[in-house]
């Protein structure tokens, strides 16, 4: 049945995981589920004879793990990110059950890269990692308690990633009905879903995002806009806007070109220069910086 399923897009990242078991028992729980992407984000301990034979039959799943330093590397390529959090964050942020996620999941996975992302063992992931989601995923567990074990946590979500997916198989992946509407299926209306095939651009990806994320921030502060000394929040909101939105990557192009025509604007009024001025200066930095890059390829 596995190879009936869109599955390849899809990616497990784990973050600062201190207990090597762990990992081979996600890497199991992945392989039951029919997973084979497994990132590790700044490991406390792997390689590890510990996490092979909790990996049992599922070491191959350990063999191509990719590691990476930070999670902005591990999701640099991806257009949708889904992090595992509890409910209490200071700004809420757009929240699913492990069914809407999984609905999210398999609308997007035909065309884009998705990363499912888990926290550390004892304290989950930083509102920072969190601000780098699109969206945070909640497992309803009893209160009494209410932690979960961290390959339990990947078990479920990837449970129900595969539950979509095999609702999906052999039927047309591009409809919009209510049917995959995600939230509208729950009963709970919040946005209209685009089926992943129904879009002509690709989402924009995490570094896409950040490039954005950063040059929006430089222009609101040149602007006046912005206080990077008492942010107020402001970036965690732009953050959490645009990524309920989750524009592509055309739609990021021309936001970015809007902001780079403020910035021409905003350089004439601050140093009072013509249009002719700022043309023939850029055009002069162009060159110098084509000829830079010219030395430097013919000495190395």
């Known amino acids: 049945m596995s190879d009936k399923l869109d599955l390849h897009n899809i990616r497990i990242i784990l973050v600062n ?53 930070t999670l902005e590397e591990a999701i640099v390529d991806c257009g949708l990110v889904i992090g595992a959090s509890a409910r209490s964050r200071r700004v809420p942020w757009p929240l699913l059950s492990p069914p809407q996620c999984a609905e999210k999941v ?26 780098l989601c699109h969206y945070h995923v909640n497992i309803p567990a009893d209160e009494e308690y ?39 299926a729950q009963g709970q209306a919040e946005d209209v879903v685009v089926a992943g095939l129904d879009w002509d651009v690709p989402r924009a990806t995490g570094q896409q995002l950040e490039s954005f994320y950063a040059h929006l921030e430089q222009v609101m502060i040149d602007l006046n806009f912005h206080d990077p000394e008492n942010p107020r929040l402001l970036m965690m909101r732009m953050r959490r806007l645009f990524g309920r939105i989750r524009p592509d990557q055309m739609e990021i192009s021309i936001l970015r070109g809007l902001m780079s025509h403020i910035d021409m604007l905003n350089e ?14 850029r055009k002069l930095a162009n060159l110098l910086a084509a000829k830079a890059l010219d030395e430097g390829s013919a000495d190395a």
Do not use: W
């Not at 996600?26 to 497994?38: I, P, Q």
């Not at 004439?268 to 023939?280: C, D, G, L, W, Y």
């Open 17 to 69: 995981t201190s207990h090597p078991g762990n990992i081979g028992a996600t890497a199991r729980a992945m392989k039951n589920m029919g997973l084979r992407h497994l990132y590790l984000v700044d490991p406390k301990e792997f390689p590890s004879a510990v996490a092979t034979g909790r990996a049992v039959s599922a070491v191959d799943i350990l063999e191509s793990a990719v590691v990476t330093a």
């Open 146 to 184: 209410s932690s979960l074990n961290l390959a339990a946590a990947v078990m479920v979500i990837s449970y129900e990633v595969r539950m979509a997916l095999l609702r999906r198989a052999g039927e047309p992946l591009a409809r919009t009905d209510s049917s995959h509407d995600v939230a509208g």
């Open 268 to 281: 004439r009024a601050t140093r009072n220069i013509t249009v002719e001025q700022q043309r023939k200066e």
């Open 106 to 131: 398999a609308d997007d996975c035909r065309n884009n890269k998705v990363a499912l992302v888990f926290g550390r063992e004892d304290a989950g992931l930083t509102n920072e990692e969190l601000q």
